[in-house]
């Protein structure tokens, strides 16, 4: 595949990024693309490996490496190099539904896998891909599909978030017809309220829904499935109406249940869960309405911005500094990001070879833009939150925190994180973001759906399946398999609606 001696005679070169203090001046994209002839020189390094293990999306040591979604990744690598990027989208399409999702925002599990990654450096499989789509859209090869027999079979999706999109877009595609609840005012879940415009720019977002609308997928915002009760729900979706209503169910809900920081001053005003700071933040650059609003002067309620603020992020993963990048761009006049592990190694150990995924330190964007500005790395290891400290108006002023190590535990023999004494230290915060990950889905999904659920706080399934307790309602995506990437999300949704298909045409 590609050009037989490619991998020898190029380097690597990915996609260019604007400088971080010219990028923090907007909220646009800040990736680059090379011309079509630098592309296919990039796409001629991909080597005829004997096992391509790019597309395996297989466990090594643990960790997944490869594409979930086993993306033909040879094969349209050589289609660029020959210059047919319309039979490379043919390629690309036949195992990725959104390949402008994954193509910005997919940390690229494939290139962990790469041959080339053995001996040099892998690849560049996330920047073709994204080519690949983007040219196809630019040229028109991207067009409705014409569904032209319908089943007669109606599918109810509840969600809109990667897992769920997928999922519609294949049983639609199959003839059946799809209606997609969505909670929030628009279709697209973490893809449009999650992940900040300048890593997806919410037109991309967009332009994907109203081709699936424009090939009878319908959509339903604003209606929170399940919930007893919802102020921001436009109309009452009765759990019996839509089993009778429908033929099959998925909940593809995602896993919003945030774990918390249960510390003393946890009351006080200007904490925040990231994901919710981020929805809104994402809402105040695309003239949205705010959903977590502080109260202003006014009678409308105000987005709060981290302009002028000592800003604190628990969490040291994508998402936390997704609230770096953010926080820079709105003027904070700090920025400090919280990790409870130790910091992960500048290059990969002797027990983790190739092709596991490499366990390294990764300075992502936001902390590049922090150093630009701030003179050093936000990131501050083996640290967490002891106590948040309020003014006389019960705002937020400041917090304290604590050092931990790793002791021994002599009943358990476990290594536990404990406090370091006398570490303790108190830091201006007048707002905090909590970053620290999911505990699973909502438990009032599940609640109404009467499904149970796992010991991870998952919808439960049987190994192998996505069919839930309940014969008829189907689960994918974070609500599954807990909190994820995109392309998981999406490889859950096609898996769940080829069972679906199965189960509809009995």
């Known amino acids: ?34 011309p079509l002839e630098e592309r296919r020189i990039q796409a001629a390094r991909c080597m005829n490996c004997g096992v391509p293990f790019c597309q395996s999306g297989e466990q090594f040591g643990g960790m997944y490496s490869g594409c979930p979604l086993h993306n033909l990744i040879p094969e349209w690598n050589d289609e660029i190099y020959r210059g047919d990027m319309k039979e490379a989208y043919e390629r690309l399409r036949k195992t990725n539904n959104f390949p402008e999702f994954t193509g910005r ?29 983007e040219e196809a859209f630019e040229k028109g090869y991207i067009q409705p599909a014409e569904i032209k027999i319908r089943s007669g079979k109606k599918v109810a999706v509840i969600g809109a978030g990667p897992a769920g999109l997928a999922a519609a877009d294949q049983l639609n595609k199959r003839g059946h017809n799809v209606t997609v609840f969505e909670r929030d005012e628009n279709p ?60 099959a169910v998925i909940l593809a809900t995602g896993a919003k249940f945030a774990r918390d920081l249960n510390v003393p001053g946890r009351d006080a005003k200007g904490v925040y869960f990231a994901v919710d700071f981020l929805s809104d933040a994402t809402r105040s650059v695309t003239g949205g309405t ?43 006049k700090s920025v400090v990001q919280l990790e409870m592990m130790p910091k992960m190694p500048d290059e990969r150990s002797e027990s983790n070879p190739w092709p596991q995924w490499p366990k390294v330190c990764k300075t992502d964007y936001g902390q590049q833009e922090a150093i630009a500005v701030f003179g050093s790395d936000p ?67 599940m609640d109404a759906f009467k499904v149970e659920k796992n010991a991870r706080g998952n919808i439960a399934t049987e190994e192998g399946s996505y069919e839930t307790s309940v014969p008829g ?30 189960f509809l045409m009995q």
């Not at 190029?10 to 646009?28: C, D, G, Q, S, T």
């Not at 290139?111 to 990654?117: K, R």
């Open 290 to 332: 705010p959903k977590f609003p502080v109260q202003g002067s006014g009678k409308k309620p105000v987005f709060e911005t981290a302009k002028g603020k000592n800003v604190v992020i628990v969490g040291g993963g994508d998402t936390g500094n997704d609230c770096v990048g953010t926080c820079i761009r709105q003027g904070a």
């Open 105 to 133: 925002v997919c940390p690229a599990l494939c290139e962990a896998a790469c041959t080339c990654g053995l001996n040099g450096e892998s690849v560049t499989c996330h920047d073709n891909e994204l080519s690949i789509i």
């Open 379 to 445: 990131r501050i290891y083996q640290t967490t939150v002891k106590e948040m400290v309020k003014d006389k108006s019960g705002n937020l002023k400041a917090i304290k925190i604590v050092s931990l190590e790793f002791k021994k535990n002599e009943k358990t023999g476990r290594m536990d994180m404990v406090e370091v004494k006398g570490s303790e230290k108190e830091i201006k915060c007048e707002l905090l973001l909590i970053a620290a990950g999911f505990l699973g889905c909502e438990q009032y999904v």
């Open 188 to 247: 697209g879940g973490l893809l449009m309220y999650g992940i900040p415009n300048m890593k997806l720019n919410k037109k991309v977002v967009k332009r994907r829904i109203d081709l699936m609308k424009e090939e009878g997928v319908e959509f339903k915002c604003g209606v929170n499935v399940g919930a007893k009760s919802s102020a921001d729900s436009k109309g009452e979706v009765s759990i019996t109406q839509l089993k009778k209503e429908y033929d």
């Open 473 to 502: 309602i189907y689960a994918a995506g974070d609500c599954r398999r807990g909190q994820s990437l995109v392309v998981w999300g999406i490889a859950e949704g096609r898996a769940c609606a080829a069972e679906v298909e199965k």
């Open 1 to 34: 595949m590609g050009k037989a001696s490619g991998f020898m005679e190029y380097e690597r070169e990915a996609n260019n990024w604007v400088a971080p203090l010219e990028r923090i001046k907007n909220y646009e994209e800040f990736k680059t693309p090379k």
